[in-house]
């Protein structure tokens, strides 16, 4: 019914930047949020940033300034740059999205995930 789907991740040296997309599929009514989330090895999931319907965001404080969260909003797709990597950047990231969606004629809210996508940065 609706997929996320992750793409851009790979390896990286220390200092380098990626951007990762995330789009989303399906019978969308509407998106309230997309954001990113990363797992790292031994840890708990953490927020890297969030977007809201309008244009707010919340960065994670490990990657204010550093990190940049968009959205088009015509292609239910939402992007992030990362620059200037770090290794303890180093996780899976996840996309989120916060949707509406129908079901033949029936309309549904879900808080959706994709499955993720390898980020690695090398020292």
């Known amino acids: 019914q609706v997929q996320l789907a992750e793409s851009g991740g790979g390896l990286v040296q220390a200092g380098g930047s990626l951007r990762l997309s995330c789009v989303v599929s399906?019978?969308?009514?509407?998106?309230?949020?997309m954001g990113w989330y990363r797992q790292a090895p031994g840890k708990q999931r953490e927020l890297v940033v969030i977007?809201?319907?309008?244009?707010?965001?919340n960065y994670g404080d490990s990657v204010k300034g550093r990190f940049t969260i968009s959205r088009d909003y015509a292609k239910n797709t939402a992007y992030l740059q990362m620059n200037s990597l770090k290794p303890e950047d180093t996780a899976v990231y996840y996309c989120?999205?916060?949707?509406?969606?129908?079901?033949?004629?029936?309309?549904?809210?879900?808080?959706?995930w994709g499955p993720g996508t390898q980020v690695t940065v090398s020292s």
């Open positions: 989120n999205s916060v949707l509406g969606y129908y079901s033949g004629t029936e309309l549904f809210y879900d808080d959706v």
């Open positions: 399906g019978s969308i009514s509407s998106i309230s949020a």
């Open positions: 977007i809201f319907d309008g244009g707010r965001t």
